[in-house]
């Protein structure tokens, strides 16, 4: 949260109980008593709500309230329309957590990679929610852009401290579904850097498969860039032109300097002089991101074509490669773009981004994406946000639509994860969480809400669904390579023989690689 909130970072610490803050509860509860309610979550523009009516909760902290004009907000609840009052309290926003959506999963890809090297990664490079967000999980999906809010928890072994998964969903990606004709312009690393095998020879591999996978109507630009950059393929329609990008591809060889800068700033420029209107337009760059010439800074680099992503909406895709890997820089230049990351250290990893994603990474079903989850205060005494620590919003922007959220597209699922310690005896309301989205093509608001109660949780991991299990061990697994102190952390050797035995039950091949990666982690520890 913002610098007015308490620090979460420390699960196992008690958060501090400043004066104002009891100050604050004690207005709060003579409030109450004067008969005032702290009411649910407004439904914005175009909404739906299914938030619950607070009236009897008034220690119940909702998302703030909707701006929208017009008096009374209202929310709904099994079908039935209850008038919430204009004027609300403010919640406290100790009992709030905002963030945008993320969908990256670069952390998570390296990690495997640098373990199955024999070393352990670097702390600083681990990005629990990346970790987490690279499994499928069993959300249901709505029909039509937008989201669905599935919120669930699970009682660890660490006394009152409970894991609670807030799952966010699209819509199922179709490839035979219709979207818009894309427009990408890939932006190629070709410094000495890449010329390490899994580097250039990947990506050249890659490119190809995907070209031939892309639609006639599709189109596609090269840029390559090492001391310099240069447009090697202007904006190319596939429709009867593949021949001609796969020959640009096979010309592709490694030189020398590495100027990221340039790379990114005449990929915009390349971008928007082959912008195509009522297509999406994205700039791919794949890269080791081990920028030693020119512009290293995300910032400036990002500022210098702020006109292209700010005018024509041109978004950033980054694509990871290599043992050795600038995780930071490339992570902020997604998160700045608009876009995300992914990893790639093998043919299995690059088919499946640049081939088995491709919907995922063209089509959009939302715009700046935010999420905010309220705490009810009678019920949770401590909370913690595992990850998102680069995506955190203040939570007064929540329904800021000129704040930056995640752009989200078909097929895609957020999850966020908490570890919530909940008060002795504590029974009855938990948290309700909220999505607010932009329509991709008109930029009117939505929002979609979920709820979940203390009585709704498992007992213990070991009851909750698979895939529950499977996202518990993705985030152990990360707080422990970053020597953090999750509650309920069972240890590296108990983590492998989970995720083996879930392997086994989910038969999915990502399941068990991610218990082969604990094992390298295990034996280093």
């Known amino acids: 949260m ?7 970072t420390q699960p196992g610490r008690e958060y501090a109980h400043h004066r104002t803050r009891r100050l604050r509860a004690t207005l709060l509860a003579l409030t109450a008593a004067g008969g005032l309610l702290l009411t649910g ?3 914005g523009e175009g909404s739906h709500s299914n938030t619950s009516d607070a009236s009897n909760r008034t ?19 099994d079908g039935e329309q209850t008038s919430t009052p204009a004027d609300k309290i403010a919640p406290s926003p100790d009992y709030l957590s905002t963030f945008a959506l993320d969908v990256d999963t670069a952390s998570y890809g390296y990690a495997r990679r640098v ?55 699209t819509r199922t990606a179709d490839d035979n579904a219709e979207r818009p004709p894309a427009a990408l312009t890939f932006v190629i690393d070709v410094s000495g ?14 490119l190809d498969e995907m070209t031939d996978r892309l639609r006639d109507d599709d189109s596609v630009a090269l840029v390559t860039f090492s001391d310099e950059a240069e447009t090697v393929l202007p904006m190319t329609r596939l429709d009867g032109h593949r021949g001609e990008v796969h020959d640009a591809i096979d010309e592709l060889e490694t030189q020398s300097s590495t100027n990221l800068g340039a790379g990114v700033e005449t990929g915009y420029a390349t971008a928007a002089k082959g912008l195509r209107e009522g297509a999406t337009n994205r700039v791919v760059l794949i890269s080791d991101g081990l920028a030693n010439t020119g512009d290293t800074n995300a910032d400036s680099i ?22 050795d890997y600038g995780d930071a820089l490339m992570e902020k230049l997604a998160d700045k773009g608009d876009g995300h990351t992914a990893y790639v250290s093998n043919d299995a990893d690059a088919r499946k981004v640049f081939v088995d994603q491709l919907p995922q990474n063209i089509d959009l079903t939302a715009r700046d994406a935010k999420a905010q989850v309220a705490f009810d205060r009678e019920t949770v005494a401590q909370f913690r946000l595992i990850g998102y620590e680069d995506r955190k919003v ?27 310690r909940t008060r002795p005896g504590a029974d009855g309301h938990l948290a309700t969480a909220s999505v607010r989205w932009l329509d991709p093509d008109t930029r009117a608001p939505h929002e979609e809400s979920g709820q979940l109660e203390t009585e709704s949780l498992h007992d213990s991991l070991s009851s909750a669904s698979p895939r529950f299990q499977v996202t518990a061990v993705a985030a152990y697994f990360a707080d422990s390579l970053r020597s953090g102190d999750l509650p309920g952390d ?12 879930l392997a086994k039950k989910t038969e999915d091949k990502d399941v068990r690689q991610l218990a082969e990666a604990i094992d390298e982690a295990s034996r280093m520890n």
């Open 41 to 43: 979550c407004g439904a």
């Open 302 to 323: 990002l500022e210098r074509v702020a006109d292209e992503r700010r005018d024509h909406g041109i978004t950033l895709f980054g694509v990871g490669v290599g043992s």
């Open 394 to 420: 203040a939570d007064d922007d929540f329904r800021d639509d000129n704040v930056d959220g995640g752009e989200i597209g078909p097929g895609h699922t957020v999850t966020a994860l908490y570890a919530v």
């Open 490 to 501: 069972p240890g590296l050797d108990e983590l492998a023989d989970r995720a083996h035995a």
């Open 115 to 169: 373990l199955a090297d024999g070393q352990l990664p670097d702390p600083s490079t681990i990005r629990p929610e990346e970790f987490v967000n690279s499994f499928r999980q069993d959300y249901e999906r709505p029909d039509g852009n937008g989201f669905t809010v599935t919120v669930d928890g699970a009682r660890t072994d660490s006394a009152n401290w409970s894991l609670v998964r807030v799952g966010l969903a």
């Open 59 to 77: 220690g119940f902290p909702a998302p703030a309230p909707a701006t929208t004009s017009g008096g009374d907000n209202s929310s709904e609840q």
């Open 2 to 8: 913002e610098s007015n909130q308490t620090d979460r």
């Open 193 to 206: 850097s890449m010329s390490e095998t899994g580097r250039l020879d990947l990506a050249k591999k890659s």
